[in-house]
């Protein structure tokens, strides 16, 4: 299983950013894809997932600025992430759950700030 994020980088207040994961190695269509972050010195924690179903979960704290989706022909799944605040700044990570373990990708930084 491989999960590789990409899309981060430097943006202000209010701006937005679109986080990609490109993923190999299990049957991509049927699994649960998620997003995770993980701020500095702080513990990694839930943003959002999207199901093989297609429906969606959210973390309180990105209700109604973030999106997630999948392309499954594309093996993609993205987090599209609007009005973006300070306290978005982390690295963000990719999950999936394949054969009873857990896997992340590498992890993209966001950084918010002016």
């Known amino acids: 299983v491989q999960l590789q994020a990409s899309g981060g980088g430097l943006v202000q207040p209010g701006g937005s950013l679109r986080l990609s994961c490109a993923a190999a190695?299990?049957?991509?269509?049927?699994?649960?894809l998620g997003w995770y972050r993980q701020a500095p010195g702080k513990q990694r924690d839930f943003v959002a997932n999207?199901?093989?179903?297609?429906?969606?979960n959210y973390a309180d704290s990105v209700k109604g600025r973030f999106t997630v989706a999948r392309d499954n022909v594309k093996r993609t799944m993205s987090l599209q992430m609007n009005n973006l605040k300070p306290e978005d700044t982390a690295v963000y990570y990719c999950?999936?759950?394949?054969?009873?373990?857990?896997?992340w990708g590498q992890g993209t930084l966001v950084t918010v700030s002016s």
């Open positions: 999207i199901t093989s179903g297609r429906s969606t």
């Open positions: 999950q999936t759950e394949y054969r009873y373990r857990i896997y």
């Open positions: 190695g299990f049957n991509f269509r049927l699994n649960t």
